[in-house]
């Protein structure tokens, strides 16, 4: 019997270079069942540029609302496929991504699961650190979710309501919306896996702030820190140890973070993590 179709969900401020190298990277999938929903959030030629594939399957959407988790909802309601895998523009799949993926969710009847994230020397970055053996994702250990790496059925999305458009990259909590997204999963009973063997190719920080100045890294790093702070204090209600746990974890992270970028004399890190630092003050306290 062959597998479900998955539907690949790419949501982009209009990047073309960037969605390009993702593309490139699923026509190298070994595993062929899938298509790929692109949702453009910014101006560009990239209607003009996806003409280049046309050996793929691939549905274009432009929508008005620069918002990430918007676009990826709006993904979601015209996708065809049993399974969703949430593509970061700038993401690259390995070869064996998609294979592996969904006989691993077939295999463990999971509702979801995500892999490791690595950068540009296979080195993972971000949460993936910690991700250090395959297991079952609890609120416990719900860092290391990570959405460029993450495929989840179609019917759990639409059954939790999707991404909260509140959170994530365009909008005043600027990130936690896969964090939020996963905890509700939880919530909601999913079984829900990460795969330690699972990679997905994705730019680290040290190479996004190489990119920004001082200016731009403030923004990035308050908006960050902020959705960080709203989301612990969405999640607080329902669970307050958790939440207070998670609350003296993160302004512990963001104060160490801080200090050793002084120490180490990291401009752009200083930047971001002072910045981070108010925001996580920011988000907690006034998210509503």
């Known amino acids: 019997m062959p597998y479900p179709l998955v539907s690949v969900v790419i949501a982009t401020l209009g990047d073309s270079a960037l969605v390009m190298n993702a593309l490139d990277s699923l026509k190298r999938q070994t595993f062929k069942n899938f298509d790929i929903i692109i949702v453009n959030q910014g101006p560009s030629l990239m209607k003009k540029m996806i003409k280049e594939y046309s050996d793929l399957t691939l549905q274009y959407h432009e929508i008005d609302t620069a918002c990430v988790s918007f676009s990826r909802?709006?993904?979601?309601?015209?996708?065809?496929?049993?399974?969703?895998?949430?593509?970061?523009?700038?993401?690259?799949?390995?070869?064996?991504?998609?294979?592996?993926?969904?006989?691993?969710?077939?295999?463990?009847?999971?509702?979801?699961?995500?892999?490791?994230?690595?950068?540009?020397?296979?080195?993972?970055?971000?949460?993936?650190?910690?991700?250090?053996?395959?297991?079952?994702?609890?609120?416990?250990?719900?860092?290391?979710?990570?959405?460029?790496?993450?495929?989840?059925s179609k019917e759990m999305a639409i059954k939790?309501?999707?991404?909260?458009?509140?959170?994530?990259?365009?909008?005043?909590?600027?990130?936690?919306?896969?964090?939020?997204?996963?905890?509700?999963?939880?919530?909601?009973?999913?079984?829900?896996?990460?795969?330690?063997?699972?990679?997905?190719?994705?730019?680290?920080?040290?190479?996004?702030?190489?990119?920004?100045?001082?200016?731009?890294?403030?923004?990035?790093?308050?908006?960050?820190?902020?959705?960080?702070?709203?989301?612990?204090?969405?999640?607080?209600?329902?669970m307050p140890v958790w939440g207070c746990v998670q609350l003296t974890k993160m302004l512990l992270a963001a104060c160490l973070g801080v200090i050793q970028s002084i120490l180490m004399i990291r401009l752009r890190y200083g930047v971001r993590d002072i910045a981070s630092l108010c925001g996580r003050f920011y988000g907690f306290f006034l998210y509503k």
């Open 73 to 152: 909802n709006y993904a979601a309601s015209v996708a065809a496929g049993f399974w969703l895998a949430y593509m970061d523009d700038d993401a690259q799949y390995s070869p064996e991504f998609l294979a592996s993926a969904v006989q691993t969710l077939n295999k463990y009847a999971l509702d979801g699961l995500t892999g490791v994230v690595v950068d540009a020397q296979k080195q993972p970055i971000a949460r993936s650190l910690s991700g250090k053996k395959t297991q079952m994702i609890h609120v416990d250990s719900f860092n290391l979710w990570m959405c460029s790496a993450s495929i989840v």
């Open 160 to 238: 939790i309501g999707g991404y909260d458009s509140e959170f994530g990259p365009g909008k005043r909590w600027g990130c936690g919306e896969e964090a939020d997204f996963l905890l509700r999963l939880i919530d909601q009973k999913a079984k829900v896996y990460f795969d330690s063997n699972l990679y997905v190719y994705h730019p680290s920080e040290t190479e996004k702030l190489n990119t920004l100045d001082l200016k731009k890294i403030w923004r990035r790093g308050f908006s960050y820190g902020a959705g960080r702070g709203a989301l612990i204090r969405k999640h607080s209600s329902r």
